[in-house]
């Protein structure tokens, strides 16, 4: 399955994937700000309890008033690997809003690697979102920023949970928030591994606020 540019976002769900298919989706999927208040907020979504997906994404940006926009939703069972270059930018200008550049959700042996994020909100702003249970891989080889601008508002860079032998490696990441500010959240519950290279640089604008470079949990 390829996907071209489109303008509004695209939905793949419900499908099986045989051996030896895969899905890409090209440069140029994006969410044009004409569309009205309430339309779904996801540019992109595959979702599929189905085992084995092969997904390559390229660019994929939103600009627009929602109270949420996704760049990304991938949902997938086991054995299988997502490989994103390019750009993931996301931003919502609405007050009370929140953005996620990726949200990824994976079984168990999965690989999923993502370029640059950015994410930008009022009220919450995550730029990566990685959930797995065995055997999980993450890879993020470019930069990862986000914002929330509210009073009371939180950011995060780079989120992962998962179960056993799970592993994350990073780059630079850069978070703003109001109240809460957190570069990399990672909590893995045995044998997890995080390598990080570059910079974590947070900071939380609202008194008695909390920033945290890096939890563990």
Request: negative net charge; aromatic residues 4%.
């Amino acid at each position: 399955i390829t996907l071209t540019s489109a303008a509004g976002g695209s939905d793949i769900s419900g499908i099986e994937m045989s051996n030896g298919k895969s899905i890409v989706v090209e440069d140029g999927i994006s969410w044009p700000v004409s569309l009205p208040v309430g339309t779904e907020s996801r540019v992109v979504m595959i979702a599929s309890e189905s085992d084995g997906f092969d997904i390559t994404l390229g660019d994929v940006t939103a600009n627009a008033g929602f109270d949420s926009v996704m760049g990304a939703y991938i949902f997938t069972g086991e054995h299988s690997e997502v490989r994103h270059e390019g750009e993931i930018v996301v931003e919502s200008s609405a007050d009370s809003s929140s953005a996620r550049g990726a949200s990824i959700v994976m079984g168990a042996n999965a690989e999923a690697t993502i370029d640059r994020v950015e994410a930008q909100a009022g009220r919450v702003a995550i730029g990566v979102h990685f959930f797995t249970s065995n055997d999980g891989e993450l890879t993020v080889t470019g930069d990862v920023v986000t914002r929330a601008r509210d009073f009371d508002s939180s950011a995060t860079g780079v989120g992962v949970r998962g179960q056993t032998n799970v592993s994350a490696a990073l780059g630079d990441i850069d978070v703003e928030g109001g109240s809460r500010a957190v570069g990399i959240d990672f909590n893995v519950t045995d044998n997890g591994i995080l390598t990080h290279s570059g910079d974590v640089v947070v900071s939380a604008r609202d008194a008695a606020s909390a920033a945290y470079g890096v939890t563990l949990g």
